[in-house]
């Protein structure tokens, strides 16, 4: 256990409270409170106080230095996988921990949707928490008995060193699509930050690089694996639907394998088969590995399907082009109905991708809702104008009231079509303003069924 808060909130009898001054909030204003609440020594950047003080330069750089050289040693325990890429993180980082579990593996997951280990689940901040909390989470796992860890690390983690020390036994690339354009401004400054991870595979360590994206060359260094169509080691011969999900024929060890998924979808072919490699390359046997894949699932909030009348309705996360693109494509395959969207962006968030995500839904779809998605500081109409800058078709109507808008896409489903509800997965909340308010995509769905 680490004896360090960042939060006031936080501390117990003899912690360290470091006061780190954010972009809302100045931990100094908090010290205080802190030391009322038991903190045996306060780190800051000015000030004097009744306990022991440590005033530096700039504290959240001291706190960065003094967690990797106190506790590097011991979370690198652990056997750590790291997955990066556009898309594809979570389900890629979810079914690995799922696998490793299903062999008798005590491992934990760091990601999105939470922290998981044993009977543990827990709501995280971001997709890869600040260095604190990671380094936290690590050493929670091995006081627990973990041996693995799983992932997934952002662009935003990388370039901010939340992760630095840590030295990666495995690594994954999924993709690089636009996103985050927001905090990178540019394409390169992304696949820079992206390429950071190169440096913290350890000396023993390798890199699962999926060779059919267009920035694959840029991560195929050192110890590195193949997979995809072009694949190498990890070829993708063919896939199709099956009564529970895909049937996925590949060649491994100039091997021909086949196995059965409960995921849906060509893009979550790649999500599974780069699971696999991780897996394989680690030591885990094929066969082992595809025993266990009976019994893994997609998270939630991910290609998640529910039945509506004679159609379904889906929930999935999908909120860059390119993922709308495949999620919208992948139902499009076998469709025997229409494809009805319903699709916003998030406020204070790269705008450039708006026009290109309005474009996507209304050229690939039969019908478009567009409505609200954590519009958070910005007017929703703004949002929704912008997106409509790239629609050149008149498929679609604008819905500001995201649940009035799941409501009007469900009264659509006739027999065989497929409602996509896109952009917020497994989030139960919509951000406006600077709050956030209850609301569930999947819980609305199934309120609706149940008025039916």
């Keep these: 256990m680490i004896n360090i808060k960042t939060d006031s909130r936080k501390v117990k009898k003899g ?12 931990g100094h204003d908090y010290i205080d409170q802190a030391i009322d609440l038991g903190a045996s020594k306060i780190v800051c950047e000015h000030g004097s106080y009744s306990v022991e003080t440590l005033v530096v330069p700039n504290t959240k750089e001291w706190l960065q230095k003094y967690v990797v050289e106190n506790y590097k040693d011991e979370v690198n325990k652990l056997k750590i996988i790291g997955v990066t890429g556009t898309n594809g993180k979570t389900t890629t980082c979810f079914l690995t921990y799922q696998l490793l579990r299903k062999m008798g593996i005590n491992a934990c997951y760091i990601g999105t949707i939470g922290f998981y280990y044993g009977d543990v689940k827990r709501e995280l901040p971001n997709t890869t928490p600040e260095i604190l909390e990671v380094y936290s989470l690590l050493i929670e796992a091995l006081e627990h008995g973990c041996t693995y860890a799983v992932m997934e690390v952002s662009s935003h983690a990388l370039d901010q060193k939340r992760v630095e020390g840590i030295n990666y036994s495995a690594v994954a690339f999924t993709n690089l699509t636009e996103d985050h354009l927001d905090y990178h ?7 820079s930050a992206k390429k950071l991870i190169l440096k913290q595979i350890a000396s023993n360590g390798f890199i699962i690089v999926n060779s059919d994206d267009s920035y694959h060359k840029e991560f195929e260094v050192n110890n590195y694996k193949t997979l995809g169509y072009s694949g190498k080691d990890y070829k993708i011969l063919s896939y199709s639907d099956s009564n529970k999900g895909t049937l996925i024929e590949f060649t491994c060890d100039n091997e021909n394998l086949e196995v059965e998924t409960n995921l849906k979808s060509k893009f979550n ?3 599974y088969l780069t699971s696999f490699a991780l897996l394989k390359e680690l030591g885990f046997d094929s066969n082992l590995i595809i025993n266990a894949t009976k019994d893994v699932y997609p998270p939630r909030g991910r ?16 909120h860059t082009p390119d993922a709308v693109e495949k999620i919208i494509d992948a139902f499009t395959e076998n469709k ?12 204070d968030r790269d705008p450039l991708k708006r026009p290109i995500m309005g474009n996507i839904a209304t050229e690939k779809s039969d019908y478009v809702i567009f409505t609200s998605d954590n519009p958070r500081t910005e007017e929703p109409k703004k949002i929704l104008d912008d997106i409509i800058k790239g629609v050149k078709k008149n498929n679609y109507e604008i819905i500001f009231d995201r649940v009035e808008a799941i409501k009007k896409g469900l009264d659509m489903i006739q027999d065989n079509d497929i409602l996509l509800i ?12 600077h709050t956030k308010y209850h609301l569930d995509d999947l819980e609305e769905v199934h309120k609706y069924i149940n008025l039916q």
């Excluded at 912690?15 to 100045?26: E, H, R, S, W």
């Excluded at 401004?185 to 696949?191: R, V």
């Excluded at 290609?303 to 999908?318: F, H, L, M, P, T």
Aim: net charge negative; with cysteine; aromatic share 8%.
């Design 303 to 318: 290609c998640e399907q529910v039945k509506v009348r004679g159609g379904e309705a889906v929930i999935d996360y999908a």
């Design 269 to 271: 072919v790649y999500n």
């Design 422 to 433: 896109l952009g917020k997965g497994h989030e139960d909340y919509q951000i406006i303003g």
């Design 185 to 191: 401004k540019t394409m390169e400054n992304y696949l």
């Design 15 to 26: 912690d360290t409270f470091v006061a780190i001054k954010g972009l809302t909030v100045d």
């Design 336 to 347: 025997k109905g229409r494809i009805i969207t319903l699709i916003g962006c998030g406020g």
